[in-house]
């Protein structure tokens, strides 16, 4: 039996990465992925097209300027005149305008109130609050530094604000682990699903039932170059987050890689699904995507799953890249609290424990 | 002779294919369901603004100060609050991604609000998700106003009054930021990965070979097989299009006359790149794989639809520009929202027929390439 099985599994190896193209894409490519998402992605709101409208002698709107230019997130807006200053943003010139008072923020503010109108460009929902946040804190530290001392505010309350684990907030730290956990989870669940949706489709599967082998000898031979598979990508894509991305480990590698091997046992399971209730590759990559696009959208790479409405966020809860995304950013940034990463393990594993058993029983029935 | 096409030929391939894709209804159910599955994650589960997040509050203080402090807090709707022990079991919460973001109140907060200095409260962020950060940074201000406003009232009023007007989504909707760059992400699944499949599939059973070996042109075979998948992904596009006007009430602008060669221009640049990676790989798994690196999570990932292209370094600022999803997805979020012509989106329609251009001849170059013995 062992004989057989290990023939078996050098068969699929060899299928796999007979390919030269192929190795590429399984090897190098995620390494590829990794750098142009790690390096590309970024929460950090920069190249603000900055617009004002202020009357020259205006001397807070002038200092306003410049800080904010001075401050890297903010660069001039090329304008053409016009009389309207929401043409500017209509036309896609400005992502923000700033609009004085007519006598100028300085002169407005000597007389008592003074009133600036922000027009933000609200396409993008997330953007527009935070230009709205950058700017308004520039405002009020400029006023506050013309306004004369004796008439700045006394007492007050101050929220000290500490960012941990990343105080710098570097994006890399923070994406490069999603994106970890979302290039495993295509490759190995794709794979699978395809590879045995393949034999069905080219119709060696049924050569395979008439050979002197026993199913389980088939999914175990099906499943574990996969997995293996997995388990080779996972340390390349490890190093290149700490090597390149400076990504730190704070935690224990080994943790790290066992939790990646119940991960990868999971994600080869659901691979191993779809399969079954596929009859060709198409179907089968169909199916992948199906499972795929919204495993990642609820996953928390890119959208915290505690914004969603509660009935969405139960997607959440059932989805194992969740898990496992939590887990490596707590092992990685946070050093690994461990009730925290052995409930998410213990949750994977429970997962994966009955795609395994779901899986091989519709495989045997699919066979039979 | 040399170039002359017969539409008879184009429309036998033409009805072959259609056959093929309605042959096997449970295929299109599947690719019909990825769109709709896609519009109703991002319609109902997709909310970039923070609500009820977690926050674990220390309060060693116990005055009504601090109780007020904590109440402005937890009113405000961003945070749900929890009661911890001791600064120690607050951090503990965050370690244990048991909350996002802890507030640690002193003893002498009340002390300090009623002598007229100033108070401090200790905020943590859990930085490893710094998606948030940057948003719960914004609303702390806006909670630290109204908490002044609440003690000190003739402290805290500021003679600076911030008006803000967000154009083209006065009310911040998650769903009109999203839903129009949706058309760009559910046209890419459609056209580059069926389109790849499919041609692949015929040189991996080999009946590409046989086709060549007809009196059918490659051009002709090329066309044949190509339309249908245009029409799945106009019907596709149609559907969100509807589901965005009715289902979510995202406001439409523009013209559509506008946006209709927009769409029509993207879906030829996906389904040409979809041609080109059959034609390259010949084989539907490598085809798949290489759809998804170079098609889809680019169009996902780099194109805008999520991530502000502003925000990249420099050289990606530059190397998304090959990218066909991030001009239209400026198409699209343009004459949805902002009611932008074809003199404001001069630049993306320019960008598309130069991409279409370039694609179209690639795969013709690989295409003639591959006949030869």
Known sequence: MKVTLLGFMKKEFAQLLRDKRMRIILFIMPVIQLMLFGFALSNEVKNIRLAAVFPLSDRISHEVLSKAFGSGWFKPARTTSTRDPSEWIRADQADVVLVAPPEGITQALQRGNARIQLLIDAKNVVRAQQIEGYLTAILQTTALDFIPVAAAPQGGVVFETRVLYNPELITSYFMVPGVMSMILCVITVIMTSMAIAREREVGTFEMLIAAPISIREILLGKTVPYIALGMLDAPVIILFATAVFGVPLRGSLLLLLLLTFVFVCTTVAVGTLISTISKTQQQAMLGGFIFLLPAVLFSGLMFPIENMPIYMRVFGYCNPLYYYNSAVRNIMLKGGDPSAVLVNVLILAAFAAGLIWISAKRFRLTLG | ?373
């Open chain 2, 1 to 373: 002779m040399k170039w002359q096409m017969k539409w008879s030929r184009i429309i036998a391939v033409l009805r072959k294919e259609v056959f093929h894709i309605l042959r096997d209804p449970f295929t299109l159910a599947l690719a019909l369901a990825l769109p709709l599955i896609l519009v109703l994650v991002f319609g109902l589960a997709i909310e970039f603004n923070i609500r009820e997040l977690r926050m674990a509050v220390h309060d060693g203080d116990r005055t009504y100060q601090s109780r007020g402090l904590t109440e402005v807090l937890g009113s405000s709707g961003y945070f749900k609050l929890t009661n911890e022990v001791s600064p120690v079991a607050a951090m503990g919460a965050l370690e244990g991604e048991r909350a996002k973001a802890a507030l640690i109140i002193e003893k002498n907060f009340g002390k300090q609000l009623g002598s007229e200095q100033v108070a401090r409260a200790q905020v943590l962020l859990d930085g490893s998700d710094n998606s948030t950060v940057g948003l719960i940074l914004g609303y702390l201000n806006g909670v630290q106003k109204i908490a002044e406003h609440k003690f000190l009232p003739e402290v805290a009023s500021s003679n600076l009054e911030i008006r803000t007007k967000y154009l083209f989504n006065g009310e911040l909707n998650s769903r009109w930021f999203t839903v129009p760059g949706l058309l760009a992400i559910v046209i890419a699944i459609l056209s580059i990965l069926l389109t790849s499949l499919t041609i692949a599939r015929e040189w991996e059973n080999g009946s590409m070979e046989l086709l060549l070996s007809t009196p059918i042109r490659p051009l002709e075979i090329v066309i044949g097989k190509l339309v249908p998948y245009l029409v799945l992904g106009l019907g596709a596009a149609t559907f969100v299009y509807l589901l965005a006007r009715l289902g979510f009430g995202v406001p439409f602008r523009g013209s559509h006359f506008v946006l209709i060669p927009g769409v029509l221009l993207f879906i030829t640049a996906y389904l040409t790149q979809g041609l080109l990676i059959s034609v390259i790989t010949r084989r539907q798994q490598l085809a798949m794989q290489l759809s998804m690196m170079t098609g889809l999570l680019p169009s996902i990932l780099l194109s805008g639809f999520i991530f502000p292209i502003e925000n990249m370094p420099p050289f990606f600022q530059v190397f998304t520009s090959i990218l066909p999803a991030k001009w239209f997805i400026q198409i699209s979020r343009g004459t949805f929202l902002s009611g932008s012509g074809f003199a404001e989106l001069a630049t993306p329609f320019l960008a598309l027929f130069v991409l279409n251009g370039v694609l179209i001849m690639l795969a013709t170059k690989n295409f003639k390439k591959d006949l030869e013995p």
